[in-house]
């Protein structure tokens, strides 16, 4: 397992970042695409994305996060039909059930993404001192 990434995946959860993260899906968000798009602060997601917890489709569960964030963003009754159903959301249906932040033409995705990033950046605190390392625990 690489030092300093607890899940052995060779890459942190988007939650253990300190600042905002965001996503731009543009196309499919399968499986664990779709939970990695879950796990972040924002999605911005081009008009032909589509999202599905694809797993069902292979005899498996879906994975933590998607049973966590998914009823959460959705509602219980809509999740369990997505990961039971295997049936994908399109980004033209997902601004009604509120699991995006906002949709937009293909060709806009990232230069909106990053729009917002820019936007969330500029109203941001100053940066504070770095933490001073914590005390070394006693010796007994």
């Not at 796990?39 to 966590?68: C, K, Q, R, W, Y």
């Not at 933490?131 to 007994?140: A, D, E």
Request: hydrophobic share 35%; with cysteine.
């Amino acid at each position: 397992m690489p030092a300093g990434y607890p899940h052995g995946l060779g890459w942190k959860s988007p939650r253990e970042y300190r600042k905002p993260t965001i996503t731009a899906v543009n196309g499919y968000a399968l499986g664990s695409g779709c939970e990695l798009a879950h796990m972040t602060d924002f999605i911005v997601a081009g008009d032909s994305a589509e999202f599905t917890a694809a797993e069902i489709e292979v005899g498996l569960h879906p994975f933590a996060s998607t049973t966590n964030y998914l009823p959460k963003m959705v509602g219980k009754h809509l999740a369990m039909e997505l990961v039971l159903s295997g049936r994908k959301l399109s980004a033209q249906e997902a601004p009604e059930l509120r699991p995006l932040n906002k949709v937009v033409p293909d060709g806009d995705l990232l230069t909106e993404a990053k729009a917002l990033a820019k936007q969330i950046a500029a109203r941001s605190p100053s940066p504070s001192p770095s933490p001073s390392p914590s005390p070394s625990p006693r010796s007994w």
